[in-house]
Structures are given as structure tokens and as C-alpha cells.
């Protein structure tokens, strides 16, 4: 009996450890095993759809939007076509009166983002910006949108407005500042009979109104709800197969792929992060289009100096929680006070950069700097968990910009802290 009871017991005391055990392994599971490129959860691939410049298109069922409109569109050309043709109405060329197609490159390879009008069966004139910043690169993501409202068409390439148009007739061309009645016609995304898309696609949305620069700007880097005001249809590519285009807004515009396959449904880099509620303000991200000698652009008084160039696997995503001042909550050992204001970074692929940090910009005081070393840029992993110290300050510029050398982005939040009384 002494003997059974010993057995019973040791098979019991195994059976809580290796319970135990799995319930261990099971939690730490998912962060170590590699994961796909966010979409909307960890482990949900980002896709895009890949046309190859010979008659791709989608038929969307679509509309016409006249009045004011606004179309966005993630695009990565992946080589040089006559033309580059993202929206339109009809298949038949320049077939229709008043025909309207936006366009990725303008035709003949004149690789300049515009809008074209047709008139019956004559081509009648291109729309486009004639400067160098209108020119889509190759092999790299970039945003382009355009509105429309009262006579004006604007175009913005990675939510900067750009140039002024010239309007082209057969050879002549010369400037113009209105563009009336255009249009967005929605049915057709690619082929129109002379050229289609030659590249990759993402994020697809049309607007029956007139968004504002800030409003382009604010949701370029983030996935919609789909229930926005205004929103017509919105293409999030999230299908991944088959030949069906699911219309992610309210809407049924659901579109069908033609001379497409499974495998132009591709994983997508364009740079587009999860991002809490709480910190989508002044979004902003580091990608392989960063310029201004990259420098990204300032998020609420943080931003990345890149010293070397990023491939499109590498990207991070970034904005604040907006607040202002100052607190001494949940401050890491050896400091005394810190920023209120936070950032949440979405970061993919491996980055390094160097992190500047505006103080008067991040916390609205006046200070005169103390020495860098007493700054400290602070980190936590989770909303909720507790900061700990991730670098010290290596230089001051430009009177409080505190400069962090050589960070390893990750994934979480970061602020400002100081050994100080006073930031």
C-alpha cells in the first residue's frame, strides 16, 4: 500500500509539473515565435496586389463622385510604364464624354503623378505637377492623394502638397491653376485600354469629400475603422487570395480581379502600424522614402535622424499621447521628473537611429538645458508597465533638442526624464 501510494503521488506531482510547464510555454510562446508583418493583429500578414503593367485592373463596381472627393493609394512602382493608370470608367481607352482617370504616371513615360481628361473619342488633356517631387520612385512605398473641391485639384505625395499643374494638349503645355468639373470615377482601378498599374498597391480609399492636408496626414500611416464620415470604399488588400477584393468601409463596392492570380497577392511593406488610441496624434513614420536628409518628421517634439538608408522591411511607425507638462509618475530609478507627453513606436524589421527630442516642444516649459547626461530617454514595453532608463543624453542642439545616439528602435513607449528637478 505504501508502495502504491508513493507511485500515486509521483504521478500526480508530474502531472501538476508538466501542467504547470505547458501553461509556462504556452505564455511565452507567441513572443518568440517569429511572426508576419502586422496588419491588424501580430501575426496577420499586410498584403498588397502586384500588377505587372500588362491590362491588370479591378472592377470595383464603383461610382462616379463629383463635387469633392479625395483618393489615397499606397504605391510602390516596381518599374517604368507608359502609363501608370490607377482609376477610371471605362475599359475602352479614351472612349466616353468626360471621361476622368487618375494617374500613378502620366502617359508617355512621363512618370509625373496627374489626373487626365477624355472628351468623346478624342484624348483631350493630362493634368500634371511638372517638378521633380512628383516623380513616383522605384521600388519604394510611397502615398499619394489627391482632392478635389471648387475648381482645384490638389495632389499630395507622402502627404505633402506639391507644385502647380501644367495642362497638356497634344505638344503644347502650359500652366493652370483650376481644373473644372474633374471627377473620380471608381469602377476601374488599373487597365483602361492604353496602360495599366505597374507596381504594388495598398490601402485604396475613396472619400466622397474634401480632405484637409492634416487629415491626409494624420491616418496615412494607420488602418481605418471603415465607418468613417465620407467614406466610400476602402481596400485594405487584406484578402490574400482568390479573386475578390473585399471592400472594407460600410459599403458593398466588393471588387473583382482580372487577368490576376493568387500570386499577385504579395506581403506588403508599406509603412503602416498599430497604433493605440491614445497616441494617434501627430503620427508619423521613418521608411525607405525618408529624405530631408533623413530626418523624419517631427511627432509632438520627437524625431529619427537615419544615418544609414532603409530597405522597405524596415519601418516604424510613431505618434504621442499629446499632453503636455511635466509628472513624476512611475519614474525609473535615479531620475526625478519626466515628460508627461509619450510616444508609442510600432517598429518592423530592425532599426537604428539616433533620437532627438524637442524639450520645450515635448512639455511646452522653458528650460535652459543642463548637461545631456542628465537627460534620460525612458522605456516600457506596455502601456501599463513601468518605465526603466534605455539611454543618457549625448548632446544638446538647437538651444533643447537633447540628442539619444544610436538607439535600437522597439516596439512601445518612450518619453523624456531627467535627473533634475526641472525638465
Not at 520612385?137 to 502647380?164: C, D, F, L, P
Not at 504594388?200 to 487629415?215: L, P, Q
Request: charged share 20%.
Amino acid at each position: 500500500m505504501i508502495k502504491d501510494f508513493s507511485n500515486n503521488l509521483e504521478g500526480f506531482i508530474r502531472l501538476v509539473l508538466l501542467l504547470f510547464s505547458y501553461n509556462c510555454f504556452s505564455q511565452i510562446l507567441p513572443s518568440t515565435i517569429g511572426v508576419h508583418h502586422k496588419k491588424e493583429s501580430e501575426t496577420q500578414t499586410n498584403y498588397a496586389l502586384d500588377f505587372d503593367g500588362n491590362k491588370d485592373y479591378i472592377n470595383t463596381g464603383g461610382t462616379t463622385i463629383s463635387s469633392k472627393w479625395t483618393a489615397e493609394v499606397w504605391f510602390k512602382k516596381t518599374g517604368q510604364n507608359s502609363v501608370h493608370n490607377f482609376t477610371n470608367k471605362k475599359l475602352s481607352g479614351n472612349a466616353g464624354t468626360n471621361n476622368w482617370a487618375l494617374r500613378l504616371g502620366q502617359w508617355k513615360n512621363k512618370n509625373k503623378v496627374g489626373i487626365t481628361r477624355y472628351a468623346n473619342i478624342n484624348y483631350c488633356c493630362d493634368y500634371y505637377i511638372n517638378n521633380s517631387t512628383a516623380n513616383t520612385s522605384v521600388g519604394k512605398w510611397e502615398h499619394v492623394a489627391w482632392t478635389y473641391s471648387g475648381n482645384t485639384v490638389k495632389i499630395y505625395v507622402n502627404g505633402e502638397m506639391i507644385g502647380s499643374y501644367f495642362k497638356e494638349y497634344g505638344n503644347n503645355a502650359y500652366a493652370t491653376s483650376t481644373i473644372s468639373n474633374a471627377k473620380l470615377m471608381t469602377k476601374y482601378i488599373g487597365y483602361n485600354g492604353t496602360g495599366t498599374i505597374k507596381g504594388e498597391i495598398d490601402e485604396v480609399r475613396f472619400w466622397n469629400d474634401t480632405r484637409t492636408a492634416s487629415e491626409i496626414n494624420d491616418n496615412m500611416f494607420i488602418e481605418l475603422n471603415g465607418n468613417e464620415s465620407g467614406l466610400v470604399a476602402y481596400y485594405k488588400m487584406s484578402n490574400g487570395t482568390g479573386t475578390t477584393l473585399t471592400d472594407n468601409s460600410t459599403n458593398s463596392y466588393n471588387g473583382t480581379l482580372n487577368h490576376m492570380a493568387n500570386d499577385d497577392w504579395v506581403t506588403s511593406y508599406a509603412p503602416i502600424g498599430n497604433i493605440d488610441d491614445d497616441y494617434k496624434n501627430s503620427i508619423e513614420a521613418i521608411w525607405a522614402k525618408t529624405n530631408k536628409s533623413n530626418y523624419s518628421i517631427s511627432s509632438n517634439g520627437l524625431f529619427f535622424k537615419l544615418d544609414d538608408d532603409l530597405t522597405e522591411q524596415n519601418f516604424a511607425v510613431f505618434g504621442s499621447n499629446s499632453s503636455a507638462g511635466t509628472n513624476t509618475n512611475n519614474l525609473p530609478s535615479g531620475t526625478l521628473i519626466k515628460s508627461s507627453r509619450e510616444w508609442q513606436i510600432d517598429e518592423h524589421g530592425d532599426i537604428q537611429v539616433n533620437i532627438f527630442i524637442d524639450i520645450g516642444e515635448a512639455t511646452g516649459n522653458t528650460v535652459t538645458p543642463a548637461s545631456a547626461s542628465n537627460y534620460k530617454l525612458i522605456y516600457k514595453s506596455c502601456a501599463s508597465c513601468n518605465f526603466s532608463i534605455e539611454e543618457s543624453g549625448d548632446n544638446i542642439s538647437n538651444s533643447d533638442w537633447v540628442k539619444f545616439e544610436n538607439v535600437s528602435l522597439r516596439d512601445g513607449y518612450y518619453a523624456i526624464a531627467s535627473t533634475d528637478t526641472e525638465l
